[in-house]
């Protein structure tokens, strides 16, 4: 099926893993497209780019760390895994890479989402199977520049993760297990510019971290709804983390503070536009907003800025 992957072939390696996973010819898969939001930043400790295009990555699955390296070879995607959970993320490859996505379900009705699907057919929704992965980023993305949160990633990953399995990049670790965000001393979160309020949430999700990994086999909604019973959890934070662990095409972000007003100045001219209005706008792909609103992001059609960009806060002078 066009823009779908052929069924994976049996496992023939045991130590480090490879498994191929041949891509549409009609429409090669974008490795940047469609594993960048799991980047956090570009010094992100978990993900790395390498020179020769291949993308490594560093989670905590449920069999225990493990490390990927993922390429493109003469067209067609290719890993190889390392540590104890090697096995799982060879295992979930083809959902990370976009097969259980169907961008053919995707029908451009403005002139600008055409224009962009058309530049981007790499573009695939990722889904990596891991919740508390994408939560935590995202809980500390709450209210303040991405600057800082990407900071405050780096910090906390870097002191409290482990090195990644195998022969990852230099520099590249495992985000700590849910047993250690929970240990995390006050102070330590103070160093690494993370308010109160978020670091209390992300010691709430922890302490529930097993309930809320059953999340990622959910329907989505219904995975929002377990996400959000986590007090200081709302819509914001559970559509940015189950857009990447369900791989949900229709989980639009609402109560961000650019987005409404992207959307609006992409679709209808209006800089203005609320989440109402933004909602509204999107109606007509339901089912498919959060990917028109990912093509939206791409076609780098946003409104011109008339206020000089928010300074990074820094509670660590406190």
Excluded: C
């Amino acid at each position: 099926m066009a823009g779908r992957f052929a069924p994976k072939p049996t496992r023939t390696t045991t130590r480090g893993g490879h498994l191929p996973l041949p891509t549409a010819e009609d429409a090669p898969l974008d490795l940047g497209l469609t594993l960048g939001p799991l980047r956090r930043g570009p010094a992100d400790p978990a993900f790395r780019v390498t020179p020769d295009g291949s993308v490594w990555r560093a989670s905590r699955t449920p069999d225990g760390p493990g490390t990927i390296r993922i390429r493109i070879d003469e067209g067609k995607p290719g890993a190889e895994a390392w540590g104890p959970g090697r096995d799982w993320l060879l295992d979930g490859l083809p959902g990370l890479l976009g097969a259980e996505d169907d961008p053919t379900a995707f029908v451009p009705r403005h002139g600008l989402l055409l224009a962009t699907l058309r530049r981007r057919k790499g573009l695939r929704l990722t889904r990596t199977g891991l919740v508390l992965e994408s939560l935590i980023p995202s809980i500390l993305e709450q209210k303040v520049t991405t600057h800082e949160a990407y900071g405050s990633w780096r910090t906390l990953v870097r002191k409290y993760g482990e090195p990644a399995p195998g022969p990852a990049p230099e520099g590249m670790y495992v985000m700590p297990d849910a047993r250690t965000w929970t240990q995390i001393p006050s102070w330590e979160w103070h160093r690494a510019n993370v308010d109160g309020k978020r670091s209390a949430t992300i010691v709430r999700a922890a302490r529930v971290a097993a309930r809320l990994e059953e999340a990622a086999r959910m329907d989505p909604s219904a995975a929002r709804r377990r996400l959000e019973l986590v007090p200081g959890i709302g819509p914001w934070t559970s559509a940015e983390t189950v857009q990447r662990s369900n791989g949900a095409p229709d989980e639009v972000t609402t109560g961000d503070l650019h987005l409404p007003g992207i959307v609006g100045w992409a679709l209808a001219g209006d800089r203005t536009a609320d989440d109402e209005a933004m909602l509204e706008l999107l109606a007509p792909y339901a089912g498919q907003r959060h990917r028109a609103a990912r093509l939206i992001l791409l076609s780098g059609r946003v409104p011109p800025r008339r206020a000089p960009r928010r300074a990074p806060g820094d509670i660590t002078r406190l």
